[in-house]
């Protein structure tokens, strides 16, 4: 017993070390219950036994008399290999590293916490919503970039990851979002051959425009974010100063089952900044780390107590609404409109200190779109079915089985089952006693159950038919509808141009006539006159015309792959 009462408490003086060192405890609102764990007092007594042996030691907590020294034989002679502190530290540099994200490796964030601005109690039971107005619960926000590496400059055109962990009393919720409404997809299996354009040619290791229009040029539902991409908004000045979409519909259910469909966006507070094209690139040529100091330090945001401020907004959709909707309510590339589905204003979020360990507390966070609390569900965007999967799994290769337990990543209570695996350091099961049994036992019952919230079976679409195989092979003209809408109305004069000019330069460095004339016609389904200028800038013709549907579907006969 006492060794077990050992275990427990060395876990939780290394969570009382993390939260009390990283930054997490002052970003916490005074009205956060804390999990239990956290309040027992006595680990102070042993943060300050430690504290004062503060003298440097090997990893074994050795005491090591200066971190210079190493043995050798004689004087001149080779090393001895009983010199554990200079094994010990060599072999733990050998292993710093932790694989990068497979997208979105270059990024920063902050902490802060989300605060319920409105009773929507007629929208949905998930906490906080439903802890009332006025409830706060602690974040960790990340920002990010999505094809560069863990060093590429922070400013490069790219769409912005912009993802939200929530730590509520219901267990972690992740809104993992981009600064955009849209998603260049709307099949799942396209996710990792449309990055693989991005990234790195596997031959050259460069960034090849060529492969990144030949794909676009072959995917065109893409447009509409293509679009966003190519105008200034597409190199965002800060990440303070940029709003973030959730793209995907969401389910948003009331305790009696009934449910609505929901979109989220967060507005920045601080106005939004974007650099032009030349702006961007000198700034990545003079700082590649502009937006991540931006964030804590240059313009004194953070430090000085100016601190970012977004509110969060939902657009709701009935059930019945979906049905006469002109497009697929589950389609990630096309918007709701503000004016038939109005923004609602439902919290705020504030971000209010700086990590004190960016490996710990940025480096280490795993974000997942299936992290939801009771009263969120997924729709049956199969963008999202597939995210549900990948985020989980990409963290367990990338921080190992046990993820959830690192401090910046654990929920406030956990019990489960959950035993052993790398790293295992609360002796399993969350905070339970690492003795109670592994599986619901009918004795010294570890865990206590709450009824369903809801009926599941309720709030599903009826599956009628037998399995089918998908994929977007065909485009139709209403896929271009939004795009020119962004064109026409909601760009302004100087996006329209940044637009056409940024795309310019890109296609000019196209080295296939092919790529760059279905390109081409891929904007001229948009727009007549955006594709007659952004022609003139390549030395083409576009070969379609936007307002007729057989002229448009001839752009489509690019597509290399078509259902017969
Ligand atoms: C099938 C489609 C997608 C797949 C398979 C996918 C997969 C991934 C993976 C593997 C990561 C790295 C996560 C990590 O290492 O912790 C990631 C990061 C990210 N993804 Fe996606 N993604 C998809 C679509 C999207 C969409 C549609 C959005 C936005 C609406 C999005 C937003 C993000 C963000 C913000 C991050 C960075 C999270 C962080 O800061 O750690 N992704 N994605």
Redesign the pocket.
């Known amino acids: 017993m006492e060794q077990i009462e050992a275990k427990s408490f060395l876990y939780h003086v290394v969570l009382f070390y993390e939260f009390t060192h990283s930054g997490f405890k002052s970003s916490v609102p005074t009205r956060m219950k804390f999990s239990p764990v956290l309040q027992l007092l006595p680990f102070l007594l042993v943060s300050a036994t430690v504290a004062q042996n503060d003298s440097y030691t090997d990893g074994s907590g050795h005491p090591v008399a200066s971190p210079y020294d190493y043995q050798r034989a004689g004087t001149r002679g080779p090393l001895l290999l009983q010199d554990f502190h200079l094994i010990d530290l060599l072999s733990h540099f050998d292993r710093e590293r932790i694989?990068?994200?497979?997208?979105?490796?270059k990024?920063s964030?902050a902490h802060g916490y989300f605060e319920v601005t409105r009773d929507i109690s007629n929208i949905t039971m998930a906490a906080p919503f439903s802890e009332g107005v006025g409830t706060q619960v602690p974040l960790t926000m990340?920002?990010?970039t999505?094809a560069g590496e863990s060093g590429s400059p922070d400013t490069n055109r790219d769409?912005?990851?912009?993802?939200i962990k929530m730590r509520t009393s219901q267990g972690i919720w992740d809104w993992?979002?981009?600064n955009?409404p849209v998603?260049f997809?709307r099949d799942?299996t396209?996710?990792?051959l449309f990055?693989h354009s991005q990234k790195r040619d596997p031959q050259t290791n460069l960034r090849n425009a060529t492969l990144q229009w030949d794909y676009w040029s072959q995917n065109q539902e893409a447009i509409y974010q293509i679009m966003i991409l190519f105008s200034d908004r597409g190199t965002p000045q800060s990440w303070a100063q940029m709003d973030g979409?959730?793209?995907?519909t969401y389910k948003w259910v009331k305790a009696d089952g009934t449910w609505s469909y929901v979109q989220l966006k967060i507005t920045s507070q601080q106005g939004i900044a974007n650099f032009n094209a030349t702006e961007a690139l000198a700034t990545a040529a003079m700082n590649p780390d502009h937006n991540t100091q931006d964030l804590r330090q240059v313009t004194d945001r953070i430090e000085a107590g100016n601190f970012p401020t977004w509110t969060v907004a939902i657009q709701t959709m009935s059930p019945e609404q979906s049905l006469s909707f002109k497009y697929d309510v589950n389609d990630?590339t096309k918007i709701w409109p503000e004016d038939e589905y109005p923004l609602l204003e439902i919290g705020k979020i504030v971000l209010n200190k700086n990590p004190e360990n960016w490996f710990s507390e940025i480096e280490q966070?795993?974000?997942?779109?299936s992290n939801m609390v009771p009263g969120a569900e997924p729709s049956n965007d199969p963008?999202?079915q597939?995210?549900l999967?990948?985020?989980p799994?990409?963290?367990r290769?990338?921080?190992g089985p046990n993820y959830m337990e690192i401090p910046v990543n654990c929920p406030i209570a956990v019990h489960n089952f959950q035993r052993a695996a790398w790293m295992r350091i609360d002796g399993g099961a969350g905070t339970l006693p690492p003795n109670a049994p592994n599986y619901p036992s009918s004795f010294n019952p570890p865990v206590s159950f709450v009824q369903r919230p809801y009926n599941l079976s309720a709030i599903a679409d009826p599956i009628v038919g037998p399995a089918t195989t998908q994929g977007s092979y065909q485009l139709s003209l209403l896929d271009f509808e939004q795009p020119n809408t962004l064109y026409n109305t909601e760009f302004s004069e100087s996006e329209r141009q940044s637009l056409v000019s940024n795309v310019i330069t890109a296609l000019n460095t196209v080295t296939s006539q092919d790529i760059q004339q279905r390109s081409l016609d891929m904007f001229a389904c948009v727009d007549d006159k955006l594709g007659a200028a952004i022609g003139a800038g390549i030395g083409l013709t576009p070969q379609v015309r936007s307002d007729s549907l057989d002229q448009a579907s001839s752009a489509f006969i690019y597509l290399l792959i078509s259902v017969k």
């Open positions: 694989p990068e994200r497979v997208v979105h490796a990024g964030g990340r920002f990010s999505v769409p912005r990851g912009f993802a993992v979002f981009n955009t998603f997809l799942p396209k996710f990792p990055i979409w959730s793209g995907h990630l966070l795993a974000f997942s779109p963008v999202l597939a995210r999967f990948a985020y799994d990409t963290a290769h990338r921080l």
